[in-house]
């Protein structure tokens, strides 16, 4: 079992300052390593959280270069989003309600799309069956809050199979992983696809009662109860509706094909540690966000999630008109 914080000899963090987007990366002091290494180890035994982790490159050393030296300040406010937070997708495929459309018409869709996999898949790594036309019949006789949660679970689908032209720009989900492989793996991710040196590995704080994700596993359970036989999770994938929350945000590994990795964390929780105050696994962490429309908009987003506090309920918005519609989930 890799532990990429057993292996990094630098952990860095700058103070927070919500007004201002320029930082300086520092070392922290041996005394708060320590009190991060406890909180690690409370969050990977909890059993209210998840510890997840999440690969992700850029394009260029350059880009990869600008995300550590200028938009680590403007992460740590506004989190990191799905692609759907860039450039919306179609109605069939997304995630909150439609008033003028037809959600079993959207859901055969789906359907439709699924089913076509499958059968392209069919030979692939003893992959079979697809969702039956009795499925399709039995739609109108459901609820609407069943039939969103059907909506939902094809779109996690899609995700899941990550090929799909039409779809995998526009994701409404971001991928982590859990377990004990989740910074072998992320960092697998992190590094395969660039063709340079470095990547980046998001360690995460999930909320176990959280109904906004799903996970691979169960994704495939699902299918087989109508008698699809699906990919094994190979991964530990959980699928995260949205995006990640700042506020849970643990920070973020910059991981090397050779050498140790470094560890930058959360300022706000940097914060927290340095004023010797608990993190609060159910509410996460205090962020100032004040400027947060413009820190997303340079950040290149277009819309946004969010739940009011006390309130468990995820809402979507455009970033520059409020237009809230409720999220669909599981």
């Known amino acids: 079992m890799r532990n990429l914080f057993l292996e990094t000899t630098s952990i860095l963090s700058f103070h927070p300052n919500a007004d201002s987007l320029n930082y300086d990366l520092n070392e922290i002091s041996l005394n708060h390593k320590n009190r991060l290494l406890s909180l690690i180890q409370e969050l990977e035994t909890s059993k209210k ?7 992700d490159s850029k394009k260029t050393l350059e880009n990869h270069n600008n995300f550590i030296i200028h938009d680590l300040s403007k992460i740590f406010i506004v989190g990191q989003k799905s692609r759907s937070a860039i450039d919306r997708p179609a109605n069939n495929h997304s995630p909150y309600k439609n008033d003028s459309s037809d959600i079993i018409q959207e859901i055969i869709q789906l359907v439709e799309q699924v089913n076509k996999i499958l059968n392209l898949k069919t030979k692939d790594y003893n992959i ?3 969702i039956p036309n009795s499925f399709i019949e039995d739609l109108p006789n459901l609820g609407n809050d069943l039939l969103a949660k059907w909506k939902i679970f094809f779109i996690s689908f899609l995700h899941n199979y990550g090929s799909c032209e039409t779809f995998k720009n526009y994701s409404p989900f971001i991928s ?3 377990g004990r492989n989740k ?8 590094l395969s696809k660039c063709s340079f040196d470095r990547g980046i590995v998001f360690v995460y704080s999930l909320t176990k009662n959280c109904h906004y994700y799903i996970k691979a596993k169960t994704l495939t359970n699902k299918l087989k109860k109508y008698g699809v036989q699906w990919y094994k999770d190979s991964h530990s994938e959980i699928m995260l509706l949205g995006g990640m929350y700042p506020h849970f945000l643990i920070g973020i590994f910059e991981v090397f094909k050779e050498g140790n990795a470094k560890f930058i964390i959360n300022p706000w929780l940097y914060r927290k540690i340095i004023n010797e105050r608990e993190f609060d696994f159910s509410n996460g962490l205090e962020i100032n966000q004040q400027n947060f429309h413009s820190f997303a908009e340079k950040l290149g987003y277009s819309n946004f999630f969010f739940h009011f506090v006390n309130d468990n309920t995820e809402y979507f918005s455009e970033l520059n008109q409020y237009n809230q519609r409720s999220l669909y989930h599981f």
């Open 49 to 55: 959280v998840y510890l997840c982790t999440r690969g």
């Open 176 to 178: 982590l992983t859990y």
């Open 128 to 130: 079979k069956g697809v």
């Open 183 to 190: 910074y072998k793996v992320a960092s697998k991710f992190a």
